[in-house]
């Protein structure tokens, strides 16, 4: 008997201190009633901004409807839609009766753009005693309402606790619709990007490859190929992102045609980490700084040099071009009254479409990674162009589209000698030190 005595008082014991930690582990947390009631209030807060930041839908309205009656603290919520379509509901109390009522009023309030009030619906409603409709209006215009039913008479506190859920629904409604312009505006940029392809440049490919026809149908052959793979992939229908193995296959691509009409004159030296040959990049990136790097190295010269680089530096990857061309006035480009092709002889409008090209580039870097990642130009008269950019290793939500990828795989063509007389350096895959090939050999 002693000896149940004994373990019935170690057992209590023992629970007396586990009760004792979990309190001292507690307290810190929510420990008294008022902060319980903020941890609660800014619980159902997030759980109704994350649906809402899609709009308002069937599926975000059957989402947010629980957590925003928990902020109104009313007995019932309904949600309809611009047309006045009902959209989800919560709380038990939406009779045949009390719904009818609630549409009827949503559309009072929608017509009036104004919150609206109307008492108990009958006496087949049952116990509720009012219904306020208060309009969702984003930016001028009306997402829809809000429908909340009460089974007391509401004071003042719980109108100003509605007005304000209104107007956080609203903030959420509105930051949805800024999201979907900012998508869109992204889309426009890669379209304007595509647009401003230099026609000159396809103009000139199709007559390089016209002149090899009769001298060397072999590397016309492989230049049609090229030019083919090259169109495909700036004119492909997704994808804001892709792979940097894929920008730089594409870069690649576009190098081949410019040294087929160049030559020797043409000097092109790629330096690539393999480890940064999956970052994600914004979807044409770097085709514009390319075509102004070439221009530079070119322009009202015989020959030119251009060198791209990708170099893993931390958490970041840094991809660089640069020429030993003209240069430019620091000065006027940090005005942007004109572009990088400054005291060459290009014509002006094609100036100044490289212009608005570095400008949506810097652009959309900055949208995509924050204003730490935009580009940066080092220049001078005479002393060349090098415009690097920055882009994080990894960023959240953001993905490479895999739909323009060509089956036979970009990488190698980044890593082989494809670019005919063009030096290429790239990492060894196996080992990590630089191999160079192609035609030029090392210099």
């Known amino acids: ?4 005595l004994i373990a019935i008082a170690v057992l209590g014991g ?29 619980a159902a807060a997030a759980a109704a901004a994350h649906p809402l930041r ?10 947010a409807a629980g957590p925003l009656r928990a902020l109104t603290g009313a007995e019932g919520v309904a949600l309809f839609g611009p047309d006045g379509a009902l959209l989800a509901r919560d709380g038990e109390i939406w009779s045949s009766p009390v719904l ?4 009827t009023l949503a559309a009072e309030a929608l017509d009036g753009r104004r919150r609206t009030m109307s008492d108990a619906p009958g006496v087949a409603a049952g116990p509720v005693r009012k219904l306020i409709a208060a309009p969702l209006i984003a930016d001028g215009v009306s997402a829809g309402v809000l429908v909340v039913a009460t089974l007391r008479q509401p004071g003042p506190g719980q109108i100003g606790a509605l007005t304000e859920v209104v107007n956080y629904a609203v903030t959420q409604l509105e930051l949805a619709e800024l999201d979907a312009s900012r998508a869109r505006l992204d889309r426009a940029e890669v379209l304007a990007l595509r647009a401003q392809i230099d026609p000159h ?17 072999a590397r016309a052959r492989e230049l049609i190929l090229d030019f083919a793979d090259f169109t495909r992939y700036s004119f492909r229908a997704a994808g804001q992102y892709t792979a940097l193995a894929d920008e730089l296959g594409n870069i690649d691509r576009y190098l081949t045609l410019e040294r087929a009409r160049f030559g020797e004159g043409l000097d092109v030296r790629l330096h ?20 102004n790097a070439v221009r530079h190295g070119l322009a009202g010269r015989r020959r030119g040099t251009v060198t791209i680089s990708a170099r893993g530096s931390g958490t970041d990857c840094t991809i660089s071009v640069e020429d030993d061309g003209v240069g430019m006035d620091p000065e006027l480009l940090r005005s942007g009254a004109i572009d990088a ?15 608005v090209g570095l400008t949506n580039v810097d652009q959309r870097l900055r949208a995509a ?15 060349g162009t090098k415009v690097r950019m920055r882009v994080p290793k990894f960023a959240a939500g953001i993905r490479a589209d895999v739909a323009g990828s060509r089956a036979s795989g970009t990488s190698e063509t980044v890593a082989g000698s494809k670019a005919s007389g063009t030096d290429v350096t790239a990492g060894d895959r196996a080992s990590g030190t630089d191999v160079t090939a192609g035609e030029g050999g090392p210099r």
């Not at 008997?1 to 149940?4: A, N």
């Open 341 to 355: 092709l400054a005291g060459s002889d290009a014509p002006s409008s094609e100036s100044e479409g490289a212009h």
């Open 1 to 4: 008997m002693t000896g149940e």
């Open 54 to 63: 899609d709009g308002l839908t069937e599926t975000s309205a059957t989402e």
């Open 100 to 103: 009818d009522a609630a549409t």
């Open 14 to 42: 023992a629970l007396a201190l586990l009760l004792f930690v979990i309190a001292l582990r507690t307290r810190n947390v929510v420990s008294t009633p008022h902060e319980r009631a903020v941890h609660d209030t800014l």
């Open 201 to 217: 440049f396809i103009y000139n490919a199709l007559g390089t490859i016209a002149s090899f026809v009769r001298t060397d149908p």
């Open 369 to 383: 990674f924050g204003n730490d990642y935009g580009l940066v130009v080092e220049t001078g008269i005479g002393a």
């Open 272 to 291: 690539v980490d393999p480890e940064v040959l999956g970052v994600v990049v914004p979807f044409l990136a770097l085709q514009p700084i390319v075509e």
